[in-house]
């Protein structure tokens, strides 16, 4: 006796997953979001190069500037969740390619600006809006949808593409805004994010169903679930229900300092604040881009840690550690490069998103199907924080003269979201298919810290 399912007859369905070549195509689709989020990358590794061009040119402050990095990195993390969940609608591929686009747009229409508001509208909601489409959460639904085995390690190595995107642009455009102004800069960041386009068009898949594999690691054929409408309801609706567990707070919390620490602190200040003391605008870029090779390494260290290790003891490590080198950052600064500079230019990389595959662990512990939303939601609050402090930090250099006491603010902070990070209480491992993953199963124990 057949029981109704509501599903597709089984015999239009594969019994078994189709043989895998030799290496399953999960890698490349992996490999195609890797090239993927390093060209969107490029537009990262700008704005903390153009705080002292457009404050000699527009003779704009330093906190007007910062607003607008501080919209395009609160827009990266608000449209995240919407992202995720359109991409349930649409598929990744037809998401992804124009986020691409509207951020090749943006940044092309900044060199036309003679305006602050044109900054804002620019840089700030289009590159905002089209880079939060192509934000971590799309790493965490490339990860859950085409891997079983080894999620943590994919999870380092896509959060690492990001960057390896700075590694590779960050030199060049500092020598591009140096020797040739920002405008050049710019149109390099809008050409980069459009190349990209036909590859994500043309390789990247949505789903392994649609290759006829089953995802890699797992043992049976997974079909390639219907396309959820009401995007926008859903990534509220789960918002809601998440947000009535105690986790979801703690890890909103621990991400949002976070971001203030890394996007919105030492990306786009630590340029700025090295030549406030003497050094080279090209040399301060060079040591974010040493950030950058550290922080590949860091990243896919983590993810290798976290499939072995416990998430929320990582982060707790990760968080002090960052802490206690950002008290020591201000005693460093200095006209040239010397060692100790050095030094914390490879401690802090190697932590500089070791965070993220410890904190998308635990969202997929907790939240089952709906995690790469939750996570959207998650890294809203880390982008959030970091627009805080980007736009904070433009005003404690107009005030004060000086970083310092945001350096020091960030540290105490690091300090708190350690002690956060261990009151994350551990939860039931939701199984990637469950169903209604974000309400804790009948008779399980709610999972509030």
Not at 183 to 211: G, K, Q, Y
Not at 220 to 237: D, H, I, Q, Y
Not at 267 to 286: E, N, Y
Request: net charge positive; aromatic share 10%; charged share 10%.
């Amino acid at each position: 006796m057949t029981q109704t399912t509501g599903l597709p007859a089984q015999d239009s369905l594969p019994t078994a997953p189709r043989r895998p070549g030799r290496v399953h195509r999960a890698w490349f689709v992996a490999a195609v979001a890797f090239v993927t989020i390093i060209g969107a990358a490029a537009f990262r590794s700008l704005p903390g190069l153009l705080i002292d061009p457009l404050h000699s040119e527009f003779d704009w402050s330093r906190g007007t500037i910062g607003l607008a990095v501080s919209v395009n990195l609160a827009l990266y993390g608000l449209t995240a969740p919407f992202a995720a969940a359109l991409m349930d609608r649409f598929g990744i591929r037809r998401v992804v390619a124009v986020a691409l686009t509207v951020i090749a747009v943006g940044s092309g229409l900044t060199v036309f600006m003679s305006s602050s508001w044109q900054l804002v509208l620019y840089w700030g909601l289009l590159v905002g809006l089209g880079s939060g489409s192509m934000a971590l959460a799309f790493a965490a639904t490339v990860t859950n949808r085409w891997f079983t085995e080894r999620r943590g390690l994919v999870t380092g190595i896509l959060t690492a593409a990001s960057a390896s995107g700075q590694l590779i642009f960050l030199p060049l455009l500092s020598w591009l805004v140096e020797h040739h102004g920002w405008r050049p800069a710019s149109i390099t960041v809008a050409l980069s994010a459009l190349a990209v386009v036909p590859f994500v068009w043309l390789l990247l898949r949505d789903h392994p169903a649609d290759v006829g594999l089953a995802p890699y690691g797992a043992e049976e054929f997974v079909p390639k679930p219907a396309p959820v409408p009401g995007a926008a309801r859903r990534a509220l609706t789960v918002l809601l229900s998440a947000a009535r567990t105690g986790p979801f707070w703690l890890l909103a919390g621990t991400f949002a300092i976070c971001g203030a620490s890394t996007n919105g602190l030492v990306q786009t200040h630590f340029v700025p604040a090295a030549h406030d003391h003497g050094m080279p605008i090209t040399a301060a870029a060079s040591l974010l881009a040493v950030i950058g090779v550290f922080d590949v390494a860091g990243t896919i260290a983590s993810g290798w840690f976290t499939d072995r290790f416990e998430a929320r003891r990582l982060l707790a490590v990760y968080y002090a550690l960052r802490g206690i080198s950002l008290l020591f950052l201000p005693m460093l600064l200095a006209p040239s490069v010397h060692p100790p500079m050095v030094f914390f230019i490879v401690f802090y990389g190697l932590d500089w998103v070791a965070t993220v595959p410890p904190t998308i662990a635990l969202c997929r512990e907790h939240y089952g199907d709906d995690s790469a939303i939750v996570f959207g939601w998650v890294l809203a609050s880390h982008q959030v924080g970091a627009a805080l402090v980007a736009f904070a930090g433009g005003l404690a250099r107009d005030a004060f003269g000086s970083y310092d006491v945001v350096w020091y603010a960030s540290g105490a902070l690091c300090a708190a979201a350690a002690l956060m990070a261990l009151v994350i209480r551990r939860g039931p491992v939701v199984p990637s298919q469950a169903v209604s993953p974000v309400s804790p199963a009948k008779g399980a124990p709610d999972p509030v810290a």
